[in-house]
Each structure stands twice: as structure tokens, then as C-alpha cells.
């Protein structure tokens, strides 16, 4: 099994061809927007890239509409991309969401034809890349790590916050990787290494 980190469309077309695991990184929203909206109770959830498909889909399925278009919660959504007012929500009034947003629902569209298609992000890093080696593991698949949106490394990048969750991910596969017969490549071990000396160097400070 080997470990690929890219990013924005390419590495989700990259996953696709590959038939990979694939896992997606909105870290800011998206990827912590749909893991709170499950974690809060929906069933099931269906991502469209269009805002005039999630308003089809939503009336067609009978689902609360959930997302944004440039920051803003579109005209008759239901909720803003946002995880923050997600969590507050005692309980749904449906049990399936529609999900539509800039960046990670165009990525998790892009990723299709992956084997598996997991959305990760920085609060639940761990559980994703443990779920994602035993698919890997059951299907003899690479792992393909989709920053959403990045400019690269977060050695030269450090603001690339998509970038900095995949990362994240990738440092619980390192720890895995010890037990598991995972390749990852020394590119992403370097990153993996500037993230941990960088959290030490700002809990000195804090």
C-alpha cells in the first residue's frame, strides 16, 4: 500500500484513475461541516456541485439543504456551511441532508470513481486514517490524501489550511505505518516532521 498526497483537482482526478481510497480536506468547513452533520444525527447525506442541484435533489429526497457560494448560505438553504451552527442543533427536522459548496463538494464530485471517497479533517484525523488502511488493506488500494485547496508543501505554504489538515492526517498514517505495510514517500515524512516541530515550537510560546 502507498500513501500519495496532492491536492486540489488533480489529486482528486488522480484518485479516480487510480480507484483509490480516497480522502478529501476542506479543513475549515466543508470536511468538518459534514462530519458534525452526521456525528449530529443525519443519515445520509448527498453532495452536489451545483446549487440549483442541491435545491432538485433536496425536494426530490425530501432533505434539509446545507452549504454556501462564496461564504454565504444560498436563498432557502436550510444551513450555512458551517459546523459551528451544525452543532448547536438539538435535532434535525429530516434525517438526510443535501451539500453543496465551492471547494469540497466539487472535490468529493471530482473524486468519484475512487473505490472509497472518506471526508477528512483535523478532529476526526485519526479515525479517518484508521478507516482508510482498512480499506486499503480489504482492497489492495493506495490512499490518495486530497488537500482541497493548497499551494503546496506546508514547509514553503504554512497558511495553505486544507494543505495543514492533510498533513495532519498523514501524521497519524506515520504512526500506522509502523505496524502497517504503508510506503509513504519522504516528501510527505518531511512535512509530517515540519507540523510536529512547528506544534512544539508555538506550545513554547503559548
Known amino acids: 500500500m502507498e500513501l500519495f498526497l496532492l491536492g486540489n483537482s488533480e489529486g482528486a482526478e488522480f484518485a ?3 480507484k483509490a481510497i480516497a480522502i478529501i480536506v476542506d479543513a475549515l468547513r466543508a470536511s468538518v461541516t459534514l462530519t458534525a452533520a452526521m456525528a449530529k444525527g443525519l443519515k ?27 461564504c454565504l448560505k444560498p436563498q432557502g438553504f436550510d444551513y450555512g456551511n458551517s459546523p459551528t451552527n451544525i452543532m448547536l442543533q438539538e435535532k434535525f427536522s429530516k434525517a438526510a441532508g443535501t451539500f453543496t459548496s465551492s471547494t469540497g463538494a466539487k ?35 493506495p490512499i490518495v490524501l486530497i488537500a ?16 495543514l489538515g492533510a498533513v ?13 505495510a504503508l510506503t509513504i514517500a519522504p516528501k510527505i515524512r518531511e512535512e509530517v516532521k515540519f507540523l510536529e516541530e512547528t506544534l512544539v515550537r508555538q506550545s513554547m510560546y503559548d
Not at 451545483?50 to 425536494?59: D, G, L, M, S, T
Not at 499551494?151 to 494543505?163: A, F, R, V
Not at 495532519?168 to 502497517?180: C, D, G, V
Open 16 to 18: 479516480a484513475e487510480e
Open 107 to 141: 472535490r468529493i464530485i471530482e473524486a468519484m470513481g475512487s473505490e472509497v471517497i472518506l471526508v477528512g479533517s483535523i478532529p476526526n484525523a485519526k479515525a479517518t486514517a484508521q478507516l482508510a488502511l482498512q480499506f486499503a488493506r480489504q482492497n489492495e488500494r
Open 168 to 180: 495532519t492526517i498523514a501524521r497519524e498514517f506515520t504512526k500506522l505505518a509502523e505496524k502497517e
Open 148 to 163: 482541497g485547496y493548497t499551494e503546496g508543501p506546508i514547509i514553503t505554504q504554512s497558511l495553505t489550511e486544507d494543505q
Open 44 to 70: 445520509e447525506l448527498f453532495v452536489v456541485e451545483r446549487v440549483e442541484e442541491a435545491y432538485q435533489v433536496a425536494q426530490e429526497r425530501e432533505t434539509l439543504l446545507i452549504g454556501e457560494r462564496d
